[in-house]
């Protein structure tokens, strides 16, 4: 199975002090179990890293290109999938959706992929199952 790999939800992996950080944790050993395949976006990479070391450090950015990193599948995008999410950015005309959610609505359709590793409410706004596999 293949899961999509959201700012979200590796920023609260990798963040001990987030709010979601146990839910992570709980997800991706669900995750590395069940052999899910993480997907995500180059701009997933670019986004993670700016929000980690703008709000904890370097430390953190040195762990995920490190452990995270490798596990993940990462889809570059080019100007092939920057058009695509462009165009749905501008056809959704809503202020609160990001180009790199847009991106990642992109490749998830067109892999059909159904669950994103994710706390961003928006993935299930756009047709798309937020994977909690966490302990109740």
């Not at 995920?64 to 999410?85: G, S």
Request: charged share 20%.
């Amino acid at each position: 199975m293949n899961i999509f790999a959201d700012t979200s939800g590796l920023f609260a992996l990798l963040v001990q002090n987030d709010y979601m950080h146990i839910r992570a944790m709980e997800n991706f050993d669900y995750f590395t179990k069940q052999n899910v395949q993480l997907v995500t976006s180059s701009f997933i990479l670019v986004e993670t890293t700016a929000l980690l070391q703008g709000r904890i450090g370097l430390a953190p950015v040195h762990d995920f290109n490190l452990k995270i990193l490798p596990l993940l599948k990462v889809i570059w995008v080019d100007e092939k999938w920057y058009t695509r999410a462009m165009q749905r950015l501008l056809a959704q005309n809503n202020r609160q959706i990001s180009l790199v959610d847009c991106i990642s609505f992109e490749i998830m359709d067109s892999l059909e992929i159904k669950f994103a590793f994710s706390f961003d409410r928006h993935f299930e706004d756009n047709g798309f199952t937020i994977a909690d596999f966490h302990k109740s």
